[in-house]
């Protein structure tokens, strides 16, 4: 496997967001150094891994010199191409339109520089975001640096892939089926999907009938993510439901854990599966209580609402996209998945109604299995990771869909539910990449996850891609 990093004896060193805040304080390094230092190794990786959608290095720079007060002040950071920001394109990993540069920062990004974070770009995703890889017909795969012969997984592949490979610390990340936790689970990261309306959105992820997108990060530890949700409340609360608040350390409370490795009508493979099995045993020598569950809370129905839901997003998109974006757009530059989207939505919209009324069902559900349950543990993919040309968007549509919807099995559910997921670099394959385990909490829950976390992280430290 050809493995790519960029960590050095730089300013940046092999400090994650908080260590590099600390390092900031104590006057180890200067804004400028770091912001410079995180500069060159993106330069570096990137002819590797190919995460950069937008350079906005020089704006960067600028801002080094009176970066934004915040917790994360100075922090380099990245994100994602498919959130406005002011100043900066928006193209969303498709060429079907020119990307023109935003009027103003959207909500998201406006609460995301608010911790002080300083962008130097934006991350490529998949069209769109919806494939479980960002394979581009023209550019290319963003790959990961385990090993750039796999895909670094998901819509934010080009924000794990950099921060997996010691580029920036801490990257902003967006799930809609899967993409803070995919990407994680690929490249030995953490990635928690928050609870539904737990961070502020753009307007079209607000708009949506299921609001199935929650934005958030992935990062190298623990307490760079515990931070993140911590600063990001300072900034934008939802008052609907209990703060995540200052999580800094195991919680004591034993919790019972329901275990399952079937997926939504797919099991997971024989290795994922073991794996997935040890790491409940692990849980169990801590004093959890491990119950296995033959099914989760959903019917029988919910893997083919999921897709008819997903694919109406692709045609809204392909069916509005004159009206948004005028002369420059082209759907011929449309890749497969997206237009076998749209054609599987035509053909059935007459299911719709239904379908959308069970998705929002399945929020109760979740709510009744969760008075039994502290939390479920899946493994966050169903197989080890593709290698780059599996999931191709030019290839015809069926064979992208079967082949995505056997690895992409377990994701979907939280992101319908509302409810919070991490997911945490718990295992390694045979072939020695990660294979990331994921622990699923009741909406609002997301302290339960994140205390967990700690515990599992200070039990079983993850491997390190630069060890």
């Given at each position: 496997?050809?493995?790519?990093?960029?960590?050095?004896?730089?300013?940046?060193?092999?400090?994650?967001?908080?260590?590099?805040?600390?390092?900031?304080?104590?006057?180890?390094?200067?804004?400028?150094?770091?912001?410079?230092?995180?500069?060159?190794?993106?330069?570096?990786?990137?002819?590797?891994?190919?995460?950069?959608?937008?350079?906005?290095?020089?704006?960067?720079?600028?801002?080094?010199?009176?970066?934004?007060?915040?917790?994360?002040?100075?922090?380099?950071?990245?994100?994602?191409?498919?959130?406005?920001?002011?100043?900066?394109?928006?193209?969303?990993?498709?060429?079907?339109?020119?990307?023109?540069?935003?009027?103003?920062?959207?909500?998201?990004?406006?609460?995301?520089?608010?911790?002080?974070?300083?962008?130097?770009?934006?991350?490529?995703?998949?069209?769109?975001?919806?494939?479980?890889?960002?394979?581009?017909?023209?550019?290319?795969?963003?790959?990961?640096?385990?090993?750039?012969?796999?895909?670094?997984?998901?819509?934010?592949?080009?924000?794990?892939?950099?921060?997996?490979?010691?580029?920036?610390?801490?990257?902003?990340?967006?799930?809609?089926?899967?993409?803070?936790?995919?990407?994680?689970?690929?490249?030995?990261?953490?990635?928690?999907?928050?609870?539904?309306?737990?961070?502020?959105?753009?307007?079209?992820?607000?708009?949506?009938?299921?609001?199935?997108?929650?934005?958030?990060?992935?990062?190298?530890?623990?307490?760079?993510?515990?931070?993140?949700?911590?600063?990001?409340?300072?900034?934008?609360?939802?008052?609907?439901?209990?703060?995540?608040?200052?999580?800094?350390?195991?919680?004591?409370?034993?919790?019972?854990?329901?275990?399952?490795?079937?997926?939504?009508?797919?099991?997971?493979?024989?290795?994922?599966?073991?794996?997935?099995?040890?790491?409940?045993?692990?849980?169990?020598?801590?004093?959890?209580?491990?119950?296995?569950?033959?099914?989760?809370?959903?019917?029988?129905?919910?893997?083919?609402?999921?897709?008819?839901?997903?694919?109406?997003?692709a045609m809204f998109l392909v069916r509005t996209g004159r009206r948004r974006?005028?002369?420059?757009?082209?759907?011929?530059?449309?890749?497969?998945?997206?237009?076998?989207?749209?054609?599987?939505?035509?053909?059935?919209?007459?299911?719709?109604?239904?379908?959308?009324?069970?998705?929002?069902?399945?929020?109760?559900?979740?709510?009744?299995?969760?008075?039994?349950?502290?939390?479920?543990?899946?493994?966050?993919?169903?197989?080890?990771?593709?290698?780059?040309?599996?999931?191709?968007?030019?290839?015809?549509?069926?064979?992208?869909?079967?082949?995505?919807?056997?690895?992409?099995?377990?994701?979907?559910?939280?992101?319908?539910?509302?409810?919070?997921?991490?997911?945490?670099?718990?295992?390694?394959?045979?072939e020695g990449l990660p294979q990331g385990m994921m622990f699923g909490a009741?909406?609002?829950?997301?302290?339960?996850?994140?205390?967990?976390?700690?515990?599992?992280?200070?039990?079983?430290?993850?491997?390190?891609?630069?060890?």
């Amino acid at each position: 496997m050809n493995r790519v990093h960029a960590f050095s004896d730089d300013a940046l060193g092999e400090h994650d967001a908080v260590g590099l805040v600390e390092a900031l304080h104590a006057g180890e390094v200067s804004v400028p150094q770091v912001v410079e230092a995180a500069i060159s190794r993106v330069e570096r990786v990137d002819p590797d891994l190919n995460a950069i959608a937008y350079r906005a290095f020089e704006r960067a720079r600028l801002e080094a010199k009176d970066p934004r007060a915040g917790f994360f002040s100075g922090v380099p950071t990245l994100i994602k191409d498919n959130v406005a920001v002011e100043g900066m394109p928006t193209q969303e990993g498709t060429d079907s339109y020119v990307g023109r540069p935003q009027p103003r920062d959207g909500d998201f990004a406006r609460m995301y520089r608010a911790t002080g974070l300083v962008l130097l770009g934006k991350t490529q995703l998949s069209e769109y975001g919806f494939s479980g890889a960002a394979e581009h017909p023209r550019l290319g795969s963003v790959r990961s640096p385990w090993s750039t012969d796999h895909v670094a997984g998901a819509s934010s592949a080009g924000s794990a892939a950099l921060v997996a490979a010691g580029a920036v610390p801490i990257a902003h990340a967006n799930d809609g089926g899967g993409s803070i936790r995919i990407p994680a689970a690929v490249n030995g990261l953490v990635g928690l999907k928050p609870t539904r309306n737990r961070t502020a959105q753009d307007k079209m992820m607000r708009d949506m009938p299921i609001r199935i997108v929650s934005d958030g990060v992935v990062t190298r530890s623990v307490r760079d993510t515990a931070a993140f949700f911590r600063e990001s409340e300072k900034v934008y609360r939802a008052l609907e439901m209990p703060p995540i608040g200052d999580i800094r350390r195991p919680g004591r409370r034993r919790l019972r854990v329901a275990l399952n490795t079937a997926g939504m009508g797919v099991a997971a493979s024989p290795e994922v599966a073991a794996l997935t099995e040890q790491v409940a045993a692990s849980l169990e020598a801590l004093g959890h209580r491990v119950e296995p569950v033959e099914a989760l809370m959903v019917p029988d129905s919910f893997r083919e609402d999921f897709l008819l839901y997903w694919s109406m997003l692709a045609m809204f998109l392909v069916r509005t996209g004159r009206r948004r974006h005028g002369r420059s757009w082209a759907p011929q530059n449309l890749d497969n998945l997206t237009l076998g989207l749209d054609r599987h939505c035509r053909r059935n919209l007459h299911r719709l109604p239904g379908t959308i009324r069970r998705l929002k069902a399945t929020q109760q559900l979740s709510a009744a299995f969760h008075q039994h349950h502290d939390v479920v543990l899946t493994p966050t993919l169903a197989t080890r990771t593709p290698e780059v040309g599996h999931l191709d968007p030019t290839r015809d549509y069926d064979t992208i869909m079967d082949r995505l919807m056997a690895w992409v099995a377990f994701t979907p559910l939280q992101n319908v539910t509302g409810d919070p997921a991490i997911s945490l670099p718990l295992a390694t394959t045979a072939e020695g990449l990660p294979q990331g385990m994921m622990f699923g909490a009741g909406a609002g829950r997301e302290a339960t996850l994140l205390e967990l976390a700690y515990e599992l992280e200070e039990a079983f430290p993850w491997a390190r891609i630069q060890g």
